[in-house]
């Protein structure tokens, strides 16, 4: 059938989205050989993972790590032939606390015995009330409901009682959720403990990352989709009126029996539903906004702060530098560091032209590096909030009021509209290990509602 000049093709499920989520229920699929096409708007697959080679090094300007916890994407790695480099963690870890700085060799900053007891008390309080509730739906009980009218903020300002304490906390949660933490709600963050496990896991979720770099892998998944992934084709629109769904993107246009959109939620404000998504799906959609992250990546002749019993490891709650991780490549001679920049401070940095942005972060380099940190081989960034098919990162957390009142539509599906996507996962939300997860729950929900089909 042709509409106006383009021909209409056919399939059962049409995939919106080739990161992580979109191929797993892509290969999925394939495996339980249901007729699909995955309809990618970008011209690459991996969406929130990109990696390109400089220097002769794989570069990650995208996802990177992970935990010896996330068992699915350690899977995939045995799978695809790939293989995990422990991060460099031998030597001091540099802390900036409010302008004050330490270095320390134990995973801990140095502290009074009060100060460590209030932080391992908040540690329990988090985990405590993370279990008080189930992933799959936290909306459902009244103890999550109270939770999130509330901030992380004023949580953490209920329990604790020393400034360090507070310092210790927001230094690290800052950099995981890219927000302030008076702009997330505390079921927010104690879903995400709740998936990940423990808050401990949360905060070593950088122990891990591929040698080969997360490109690869993607790339390995998408090679195994031969024809199958439709690639600069946007989804403008889909209409579900009818007993088929019609996917439309700038050039195609395609009929299928049922869709997953596995695209950040923000992303799908953008696409015209037709009759419209139910009010509070949609409203969810619009409360939906990924924070802001910038990722710089320095390359160095060598790891020279090695030389001085660094291990390369940053975190600050001042100045652009949230965080830095030593990745440099093993048995290779380069000297590699990780910049991650995150909430105002990526938003600040956005505005400035790409020099200026180097130039502000090679200073604060130097401020905890010392001046070789000036003689840099190459620089390559990534500015998220500025991609068009992401518009930030790491993934979208809610401000109070949001999950209680909303959060049960993200996951459940609309007509033959069914979700994915890592902000839709129940085990590690928001993380890599989160988009796998979701994108297996969304294959099998698809195989069994074509299966009821089938029957009726
Ligand atoms: C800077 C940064 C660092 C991170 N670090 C880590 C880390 O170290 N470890 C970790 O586990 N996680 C990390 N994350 C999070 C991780 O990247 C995500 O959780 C995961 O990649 C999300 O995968 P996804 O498939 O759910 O979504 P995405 O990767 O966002 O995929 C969605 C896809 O949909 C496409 N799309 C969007 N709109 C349309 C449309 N209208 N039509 C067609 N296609 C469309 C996009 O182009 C994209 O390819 C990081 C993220 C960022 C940004």
């Not at 088929?244 to 997953?260: F, N, P, Y």
């Not at 924070?291 to 020279?304: L, R």
Request: proline fraction near 4%; aromatic fraction near 8%.
């Amino acid at each position: 059938m042709k509409v106006g000049m383009v021909a209409m093709k056919e399939t059962d499920v049409v995939i919106i989205g080739a990161g992580l989520a979109g191929l797993t229920a892509a290969i999925e699929l394939k495996k339980k050989k249901v007729p699909f096409v995955v309809l990618e708007a970008r011209n690459r697959a991996g969406g929130r993972v990109y990696s390109l080679q400089k220097e002769d090094i794989q570069v990650d300007l995208g996802a990177q790590w992970i935990s010896p916890h996330h068992k699915r994407m350690k899977k995939l790695l045995r799978k695809y032939d790939l293989h995990l480099v422990s991060t460099y963690r031998q030597g001091k870890t540099i802390y900036n606390f409010d302008g004050i700085i330490q270095q320390n060799t134990s995973p801990w900053p140095n502290m009074s015995v009060v100060e460590r007891l209030d932080i391992w008390k908040m540690k329990k309080v988090l985990n405590d009330k993370s279990k008080s509730f189930e992933a799959k739906a936290p909306w459902e009980f009244k103890i999550a409901q109270e939770l999130d009218k509330i901030t992380v903020e004023q949580l953490i300002n209920h329990h604790m009682y020393t400034s360090f304490g507070k310092s210790f906390y927001q230094l690290m949660l800052e950099e995981a959720l890219c927000s302030k933490l008076f702009e997330v709600s505390a079921l927010d963050l104690l879903w995400c403990i709740r998936a990940a496990g423990s808050v401990e896991r949360l905060l070593t979720a950088e122990d891990l990352w591929i040698k080969e770099g997360v490109g690869t892998l993607v790339e390995k998944m998408a090679r195994s989709l031969p024809g199958q992934i439709e690639y600069e084709q946007p989804v403008t629109s889909i209409n579900s009126e009818f007993k088929e769904t019609i996917i439309t993107t700038s050039k195609q246009i395609w009929k299928a029996k049922k869709v997953i959109l596995a695209l950040p939620p923000n992303l799908l404000t953008h696409i015209k539903f037709i009759p419209i998504l139910p009010v509070t799906r949609a409203q969810l959609n619009e409360r939906a906004g990924l924070p802001s992250v910038m990722k710089m990546v320095f390359i160095f002749n060598k790891p020279f702060w090695r030389d001085v019993g660094l291990n390369g490891n940053v975190y600050s709650n001042e100045g652009p530098i949230k965080l830095t991780v030593d990745t440099s490549p093993p048995l290779k001679n380069k000297g590699v560091l990780t910049v991650l920049i995150t909430g105002e401070s990526a938003r600040l940095l956005s505005e400035k032209t790409i020099e200026q942005r180097k130039q502000t972060i090679i200073e604060n380099l130097v401020h905890y590096f010392g001046e070789k940190a000036e003689d840099t081989l190459n620089i390559i960034e990534k500015d998220w909030s500025a991609e068009e098919w992401t518009r930030g990162g790491y993934g979208a957390h809610f401000s109070p009021g949001v999950l209680s009142q909303f959060g049960v539509t993200l996951s459940k599906p609309v007509g033959p509209l069914h979700w994915a996507g890592t902000e839709t996962a129940t085990e590690w939300r928001m993380y890599m290990e989160g988009a796998v997860q979701s994108g297996e729950r969304v294959a099998e929900e698809i195989v069994q509602a074509l299966k009821h089909e089938c029957k009726v």
